[in-house]
């Protein structure tokens, strides 16, 4: 087994490095050595990095001082057990790191399996628990899509509570998460306007996801229709207060999500109309969870997830292998050079 970690500098996002890990394993009762296979690599990897520290984010996966190994979404595979409910074998999706293996302590759970190790115990059930996943023709789009779209989703469905909304404004528009929901709101019938670099317009607004694109250095001049709501996924002070000075008295409510614009000066500012409130996507989980149970979420939750592909014909998937390569693609999604109509799927070997 050549086992390896991508380690990342938690102070410096931009200081990524390749370690080799321990060749040989000796597993605890109850844990489980994993293989991974495939994860995707997006701009909301980079949030993780960002929000590690106030979010717990670097806290599931522990790494040596000063580094950390920020989460990804995909599958993997048991190789080797000790625990009872998920033998040699099992295939997985869930929370992994960016790694070749690591290992995890599985046991059922409601529904499906969870991570009991002791760090993990006081994170959020969401990003511990892990589904079984026998292989499907749409893995890639799953590993891409499923977490991000699932922000997406929960934030539509959060967001249609307020009958009054008549328009959205999302900030980082080339971002996954901000074309889903853009997607499902307009379905809706709300107009969705799209904040983004020069770099991203043209080919943003060819893909035909927005009613309108505006760049960042217009942001200070663009209207929407009132009550128009500011979806962030920048975290870029300037652009927040840019647009809440632009729409005024039009903008009912400030949403943050992301920050995906990590080289932002991030100094607070003043700014007009409503106080920036975060959307935290297990939150509306657990709230439908409880009025539809958790089968019923992911049945209604797939049926999107289909529908959004099969409408998605924009979507390039790339594929990256081995370690080089994924230093490589996370450079590209860090330094903002990765285009809006592709998603980046990583396999180990």
Do not use: C
Not at 87 to 92: D, E, N
Not at 244 to 269: K, N, Y
Not at 272 to 280: E, I, N, S, V, Y
């Amino acid at each position: 087994m050549t086992a390896w970690d991508v380690l990342i500098n938690r102070d410096d996002l931009r200081r990524a490095e390749l370690r080799h890990a321990a060749e040989k394993i000796d597993l605890a009762e109850g844990e489980v050595l994993l293989e991974v296979e495939r994860f995707a690599l997006t701009a909301n990897n980079i949030t993780y990095g960002i929000m590690g520290d106030s979010f717990g984010y670097w806290k599931f996966f522990p790494a040596p001082d000063g580094l950390g190994r920020i989460p990804v979404w995909g599958f993997a595979k048991v190789i080797e057990s000790k625990a009872p409910d998920a033998p040699v074998g099992l295939r997985i999706f869930g929370y992994l790191p960016m790694s070749s293996h690591f290992t995890a302590r599985l046991s059922k759970g409601r529904n499906g399996l969870v991570d009991t190790a002791a760090h993990r115990a006081e994170l959020p059930p969401t990003y511990n628990a892990y589904s079984e996943a026998p292989e499907d023709e749409m893995d890639d789009h799953r590993a891409l899509l499923r977490p991000l779209l699932m922000t997406s989703w929960l934030l539509d469905d959060f967001l249609a509570e307020d009958e009054s909304v008549g328009s959205l404004v999302l900030s980082s528009a080339s971002s996954k998460t901000a074309m889903g929901l853009a997607w499902f709101a307009r379905r809706r019938g709300l107009e969705v306007v799209g904040l983004t670099s020069p770099s991203n317009a043209a080919k943003l607004a060819e893909l035909g996801l927005y009613d309108r694109i505006v760049t960042y250095d217009e942001a200070r001049s663009l209207s929407a229709k009132a009550p128009a709501v500011f979806v962030d996924f920048a975290g870029d002070p300037q652009v927040t207060s840019a647009v809440h000075t632009a729409l005024g008295e039009g903008l009912s409510r400030s949403i943050i999500v992301g920050a995906t614009r990590w080289q932002a000066d991030r100094t607070p500012v003043d700014l007009p109309g409503p106080t920036p409130a975060l959307f935290f996507a297990p939150d509306q989980i657990r709230k439908r969870a409880a009025e539809w149970g958790y089968e019923e979420l992911d049945v209604r939750f797939m049926a999107a997830l289909r529908a959004f592909v099969a409408d998605a014909a924009w979507l390039n998937v790339r594929q990256h292998v081995g370690p080089e390569a994924l230093l490589a693609a996370y450079h590209d999604v860090l330094e903002g050079r990765a285009r809006p109509d592709e998603g980046h799927i990583i396999r180990p070997v």
